[in-house]
């Protein structure tokens, strides 16, 4: 969201039975919805909140080249739709805030890197043995492979400094982007289980700013987290209940 406007990438299948993909946008305000472009290509989406980042006069995503594996395209569009402009990068990238890019965890065996997008400067990112990274550019998480799952989660700066301990093996970090507002890690830990078989969950917040992790819920039965928002529901089936905390709101 930009400028008091949403943007959101729509898919359905067409008359053949292919999926189409379009970019859309509305005001937060009032007003129906307007389709911006669907010259999309084959849009590379993650979960992530960059996934669509407008800047202020354009709107920016990552897009597969074909079947090939060795370039990214980077296309954008101006906010008020138009035509689209495509450049092609080496290499798998995505997006993780104008104007940065980092490896995209699609290929593995690619060095880790972020590519400023206004000066075609890479950086290489230091990355600790047997650790899975998610990354952005303020933070990195380290979650440990299958060989050293006691360790738990962690957090550190791409250059290696200020790690932090998040979180023990039994809880697991909720949001695909690492420290939510530059900030705050969402977890959640198993708890137990009701009579009807609905899995309880423990909803938590690790606060990098403080060191420190606090309670949200002590049973959730559902949990999500992106962007400035984290969400849980309470109860199951008919009895469901979702609650949401806007982390803005935090001091």
């Known amino acids: 969201m ?6 959101w990438m729509h898919s359905a299948d067409n008359a053949s039975g292919a999926v189409q993909s379009s970019l859309w946008s509305a005001s937060i305000s009032s007003g129906s919805a307007t389709m911006l472009t669907s010259d999309v290509g084959q849009p590379l989406l993650s979960g992530s909140r960059y996934d669509l980042e407008p800047t202020t006069d354009r709107l920016y995503w990552i897009s597969a080249d074909g079947d090939r594996t060795d370039v990214t395209q980077l296309r954008a569009v101006a906010l008020i ?12 990238w995505q997006l993780i805030g104008w104007p940065w890019l980092v490896t995209a965890p ?3 065996h690619a060095p880790l890197q972020f590519f400023n997008l206004q000066t075609d400067v890479v950086t290489r990112i230091t990355v600790l ?16 492979d299958h060989r050293v799952r006691h360790e738990g989660t962690d957090l550190v700066r791409p250059d290696g400094m200020d790690r932090q301990h998040v979180a023990d093996k039994y809880s697991t970090p909720i949001a695909n ?10 977890l959640l830990a198993p708890v137990s289980q009701t009579l009807a078989g609905t899995s309880l969950f423990r909803l938590s917040l690790y606060d990098t700013h403080r060191r420190t992790q ?26 469901l209940t979702w609650h949401a905390l806007d982390l803005r709101t935090l001091d």
């Open 214 to 239: 606090v309670q949200i819920d002590s049973a959730v039965s559902k949990a999500g987290a992106q962007g400035d928002y984290v969400w849980g529901a309470t109860g199951d089936n008919e009895t």
């Open 129 to 144: 043995a047997n650790k899975l990274v998610a990354r952005d550019r303020v933070w990195c998480r380290l979650l440990p």
């Open 2 to 7: 930009t400028g008091g406007r949403l943007f």
């Open 177 to 186: 982007d690492p420290a939510l507002l530059d900030r705050f890690e969402p």
């Open 106 to 108: 699609s290929d593995p």
């Open 81 to 92: 739709g138009g035509p689209v402009s495509i450049r092609t990068l080496t290499g798998a």
